[in-house]
Nanobody, 117 residues
Framework: QVQLVESGGGLVQPGGSLRLSCAASRITFALYTVGWYRQAPGKQRELVAQISVDRNTDYLASVKGRFTISRDNSKNAVYLQMNFLKPEDTAVYYC???????????WGQGTQVTVSS
């Protein structure tokens, strides 16, 4: 069974940092475009950052310069480094993997990020 497992969430003060990890099992993550999404209470899920198979990256405007997405294909994992966190970054963060050449699409279970003093 394919699994994407997120970790690294938690409670952090404004201005702090967190590093989220998404580890994949039973798929070759290097073949997937991977996105980090977030969903805050009462809001729609939004794409925060995405990394392609060839490591091109895209970011939500509000996180550019603060968040960095990266991948380590040797570990079958993708990361989201989040710096200078703001209360409005508070949400459940989800990892998604989409294979560009097929219909395969997988989601993780989510990890809570809370930014509060």
């Amino acid at each position: 069974q394919v699994q994407l497992v997120e970790s690294g969430g938690g409670l952090v003060q404004p201005g702090g940092s967190l590093r989220l990890s998404c580890a994949a099992s039973r798929i070759t993550f290097a073949l997937y475009t991977v996105g980090w999404y977030r969903q805050a209470p009462g809001k729609q899920r939004e794409l925060v950052a995405q990394i392609s198979v060839d490591r091109n990256t895209d970011y939500l405007a509000s996180v550019k310069g603060r968040f960095t997405i990266s991948r380590d294909n040797s570990k079958n994992a993708v990361y989201l480094q989040m710096n200078f966190l703001k209360p409005e970054d508070t949400a459940v963060y989800y990892c998604n993997g989409k294979r560009p050449d097929t219909s395969q699409n997988y989601w993780g279970q989510g990890t809570q990020v809370t930014v509060s003093s």
